[in-house]
């Protein structure tokens, strides 16, 4: 069960419960009252009929902890907390993922429905090649004539089975060091800023070094985002190498016992010779603290962006290496289906998607939840 509906069920549970109990309370002073009235007339009663009254009040209560009554703004909290994430995802998602949900709504899966789910997975950005393939996959399946869309979204789900997806941001003794990556603008030192706060959220201490250097505005972005969620940033001069901000953060982090470093790069472009030879010298120089870091190479990629993240992915995984992916801006986007393509392509774990501008607006990846939204059903919603 989903941990975010272990916790509503919990919350629920405990409500159901207490009414249970008002209920049982209720009835339980039926049954006091009986006995006072059976003891008030005891001399008007004989034994048979107390044991029926008795058996009567029972039933009543029996009754009342079948259908527990539930406040009805429990009722909305569930919903409300239930659709959350699938609400933050833009009209544009949910506009390409209602027409996969037209698509799959069909008994069966005859030319026309294959058609139109071919129009609609080139729509989200599949890619033309991958959404053939897929179909032929879909095609080659024996589909139970009633439940197209229950077998299509197991089938994609398995899609991303190759790998765990989650980011571990424990608290373990060594210092666990990330690095991100990517190209101008992709939601680099937001989604940093989201790790980060997660981090310090699980008690886990957390250092960001602002390796870009480039942009002065860069430093006193992810500065304002440190003093925001209390998370210390360790930035250098303004047009400093790079590599020597990452060489004393990471110093610093070693001497002071941090749990965690995230190192935040100034975008480039992938197919820069120069940009990279800087990032892979940031590799070199974090190696010179420590051989086994960076535990993390994340890529983040706008997933506005499209087709075009397949050349970034390749250009990065050739020069620095790739350990997972952060997909931004699912909330102004159209094309999340390009993750299933990456997720086929690269067989790369992908650690979060982000969903808005917030603090808050990073959503672990967890392929049932991204495969139910791409297909148009709300997050919990019964198929
Ligand atoms: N809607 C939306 N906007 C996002 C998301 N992630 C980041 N952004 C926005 O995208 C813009 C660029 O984000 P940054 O975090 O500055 O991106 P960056 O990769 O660090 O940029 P550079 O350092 O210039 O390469 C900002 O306006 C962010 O608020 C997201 O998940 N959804
Ligand atoms: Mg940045």
Redesign the pocket.
């Given at each position: 069960m989903k941990s975010w509906l272990k916790k509503i069920g919990k919350k629920f549970g405990k409500k159901d419960s207490q009414e249970v109990s008002k209920n049982r309370n209720k009835e339980t002073s039926v049954i006091n009252k009986n006995n006072i009235i059976v003891s008030e007339q005891k001399l008007n009663y004989n034994k048979e009929e107390i044991k029926q009254k008795l058996t009567k009040a029972k039933i009543e209560e029996t009754k009342n902890i079948d259908k527990p009554s539930i406040p009805s703004e429990i009722k909305t909290l569930n919903s409300e907390k239930k659709n959350s994430w699938f609400n933050k995802l833009g009209e544009n998602f949910k506009k390409t993922s209602n027409n996969i949900k037209v698509a799959l709504f069909s008994k069966k899966l005859d030319q026309d429905t294959i058609s139109n789910i071919e129009d609609a997975f080139i729509m989200s950005d599949l890619g033309v090649s991958f959404t053939e393939l897929l179909l032929e996959d879909l095609k080659k399946k024996k589909f139970t004539e009633d439940n197209i869309r229950n077998q299509v979204s197991s089938y994609l789900e398995t899609q991303f089975a190759y790998s765990k997806h989650n980011l571990e941001l424990n608290s373990s003794d060594e210092l666990k060091v990330i690095l991100v990556f990517?190209?101008?603008?992709?939601?680099?030192?937001?989604?940093i800023a989201k790790l980060a706060n997660k981090a310090k959220l699980k008690n886990i201490k957390v250092l960001i070094a602002a390796a870009?250097t480039f942009?002065a505005a860069?430093t006193e972005?992810i500065k304002a985002w440190g003093n925001k969620i209390g998370v210390e940033v360790l930035s250098g001069k303004p047009e400093e190498d790079p590599s020597s901000v990452v060489f004393k953060a990471h110093k610093k982090a070693i001497e002071e016992n941090y749990n965690l470093l995230i190192i935040?790069t100034?975008?480039r472009l992938h197919n820069k010779l120069e940009l990279m030879e800087e990032l892979k010298k940031m590799l070199r120089i974090i190696k010179k603290n420590d051989d086994r870091a960076p535990h993390n190479k994340i890529i983040?990629l706008d997933s506005t962006i499209g087709q075009n993240t397949y050349n970034q992915i390749e250009a990065f995984q050739d020069k620095i290496g790739i350990t997972g992916i952060i997909m931004?801006?699912?909330?102004?986007s159209a094309k999340g289906g390009s993750l299933i393509g990456i997720a086929k392509k690269y067989k790369l774990p992908i650690h979060a998607i982000?969903?808005?501008?917030k603090i808050e607006?990073l959503v672990p990846f967890i392929p049932k939840d991204f495969i139910d939204a791409l297909l148009g059903t709300n997050i919990g919603e019964k198929n």
């Open positions: 990517g190209v101008n603008g992709s939601g680099k030192t937001t989604t870009d942009r860069a972005q935040d100034a975008g983040v931004t801006k699912l909330d102004g982000g969903v808005g501008e607006d």
